[in-house]
Structures are given as C-alpha cells and as structure tokens.
C-alpha cells in the first residue's frame, strides 16, 4: 500500500516536466549533484579536521615548573610615570547657558 509502483514515479515525472520544462531538467539535475558532492567533500574535510585537532591536541613535549625564585618586573632607568590628567570643566547646559544670558 505504501510502496511506490512505477506509474507513481511516471505520473511524478510527468508533472516535473510540466512544471519545470525538458530544458531545465537536467541543469538543475546537475546542480544537484554538484553541491551533493560539495556537501560531501564538506563533511569529509570537517571529520578529517576534527581528527587532526584531536592528534594536536595532545603536547609533544611535557613542560616543567619553574624552580627558583620570581624576580618582580623593575621599572627601566628614567621612567616617569605619565601626567596627571587636567580636571575637566563641568558639564553646562547650552540651553540654561543661553536662558542666563
């Protein structure tokens, strides 16, 4: 009952070259198929990525903690720290300015 019989699929046919015209069929049957493919090539690349990042994610190397002490950063010779910043002039109002005028 749910199964397609072939005058099911002639009848689909018919109506796609009825809508679409015989010229635009196969264009767009082959557009299809690219991105088919591109969607395919995608999801390879993505899987092949994520392996990748699964093989860099793991250190060549192991680092070790310092030993020791910390020396705390100096200043260099000559530094000044820079000037303070002028006060800035209060807000004023350009409409209460000019209601005082």
């Known amino acids: 009952m749910g199964a397609l019989k072939p005058w099911h699929i002639a009848i689909f046919v018919v109506v ?3 809508l679409f015209g015989a010229k635009r069929l196969p ?10 493919r591109i969607i395919k090539a995608e999801t390879k690349g993505l899987i092949d990525e994520n392996n990748n990042v699964a093989e860099k994610a793991e250190p060549e190397y192991h680092r070790q903690p310092l030993q ?3 020396q705390q950063p100096t200043q260099p010779q000559g530094y000044q720290p820079p000037p303070a910043q002028p006060q800035a ?3 004023v109002d350009p409409v209460q ?5």
């Open 89 to 91: 002039q209060p807000y």
């Open 97 to 101: 300015r000019t209601n005082d005028r």
């Open 68 to 70: 020791g002490d910390v």
């Open 27 to 36: 264009d767009a049957a082959r557009s299809l198929g690219r991105s088919l």
């Open 16 to 18: 796609l070259v009825l």
